[in-house]
């Protein structure tokens, strides 16, 4: 098979959700995969050194630009020139080309414009809602990242189930247990962060839910025995302020870190230097970070909501992430509790394994397979 895939994502939105499948889709293709021709469209004057093998090529389009980045691609000849057997858009189909000419595999992370429009931003908004049927009229298979996902989107947009393939996220290679102690030498030489801490990674989306953990320490911080933080990390978005203004009225500013992005290098030190992970989502498609977490052997708070509890089974305390009072109890128990402690985290190593980048890259090629087959 000849296969094209918009590669834009990799690059400049590495670090995100969609950055990091994007990443490490082409990343582990290129290393798995020596049977099928891969063209991905790059845009210039990007490193994509990552990509290697004779069968991979990098393929330079001139209109692409980051701030067109949800505005279809013009790209026929370039597919047409190259023979494309199948052409993936691998970020909700946004940016698939105007004219069909080969056979398209879209990955459809979720469908939260529809089920929770009020965290979205206005702009994605209205273009997802705008674009959705012509990218679904226009797609021959649609992959998804988790069976909850799959089953939101066949609900909500009417589709049969036989038209969507789940093909799961796994962390990448970078996130493995490392001594706690070195980790936190690291963390407080270079961010200057002392005490032990709880840990958030991820967006600023009121859907994020960062406001129960919040409230949730606010409540547990007297009884803790010992000083603690709340690290929160992430670039600062909508609800930043809020929070800021949140964590005064709790009177917890002083114990709130507000680090802003942090480079993909030094996520992983975050989260084995962490005692407790806590993501209190409302609504996830799958939950990249818990899974982040679990890998390095971090116990994991997280939502009985959505895609969450598919995710990490019986190797995190889920609680419903509106109950900080439920949150804060269980941040206070794994911080007592020797043995419960190490039971989660014993936990989370092994559920973190069963997830795959290798698998999912298989998963992917199967459907090109099938598609290319029709």
């Known amino acids: 098979m000849i296969i094209g895939i918009d590669g834009r994502a990799a690059y400049w939105y590495r670090g995100t959700g969609i950055g990091t499948y994007v990443y490490q889709l082409i990343y582990k293709q290129s290393q798995l995969d020596q049977d099928n021709q891969y063209y991905i469209l790059i845009p210039k004057e990007s490193d994509y050194s990552f990509i290697w093998g004779d069968n991979f090529h990098k393929t330079l389009v001139d209109n692409m630009r980051k701030d067109r980045f949800w505005e279809e691609l013009e790209i026929k000849d370039v597919l047409l020139d190259r023979k494309v057997d199948v052409y993936h858009i691998p970020q909700n189909g946004i940016g698939m080309p105007k004219e069909k000419i080969c056979p398209f595999v879209i990955t459809l992370h979720d469908v939260i414009p529809i089920t929770m429009p009020e965290t979205v931003g206005p702009y994605y908004c209205k273009k997802f809602l705008e674009s ?16 909850f996902s799959k089953a939101d989107i066949c609900r909500e ?5 036989d038209k969507v393939f789940v093909s799961k996220l796994a962390a990448e290679d970078i996130y493995t247990p490392v001594d706690k102690s070195l980790a936190k030498a690291y963390i407080r030489e270079k961010y200057g962060i002392e005490n032990d801490f709880f840990l958030y990674v991820g967006g600023f989306n009121p859907r994020k839910n960062i406001k129960s953990l919040l409230l949730a320490f606010a409540y547990i911080k007297e009884r803790l025995k010992k000083r603690y933080k709340v690290v929160i990390l992430g670039k600062q978005g909508k609800s930043y302020d809020d929070l800021v203004k949140l964590s005064h009225k709790l009177k917890i500013s002083d114990d709130c870190i507000f680090t802003g992005f942090i480079p993909v290098d030094d996520m992983p030190l975050f989260y084995n230097a962490a005692s407790v992970f806590v993501y209190p989502s409302l609504y996830e498609g799958f939950g990249l970070p818990v899974v982040e977490s679990m890998a390095c052997g971090t116990p994991v708070i997280t939502s009985n909501v959505t895609s969450l509890p598919e995710v990490v089974g019986d190797a995190a305390i889920t609680v419903s992430p509106e109950d900080y009072e439920a949150i804060g109890d269980n941040m206070l128990r794994l911080m007592e509790d020797e043995k ?24 992917t090629i199967e459907v090109y397979k099938l598609v290319a087959g029709r």
């Open 132 to 147: 959705i049927p012509e990218i679904l009229d226009k797609s021959d298979a649609i992959l998804t990242v988790s069976e």
């Open 340 to 363: 419960l402690y190490e039971d989660m985290r014993k936990k989370a190593l092994e559920r973190a394994s069963l997830y795959s980048w290798d698998k999912t890259v298989k998963d």
């Open 157 to 161: 947009l009417s589709l049969p189930e």
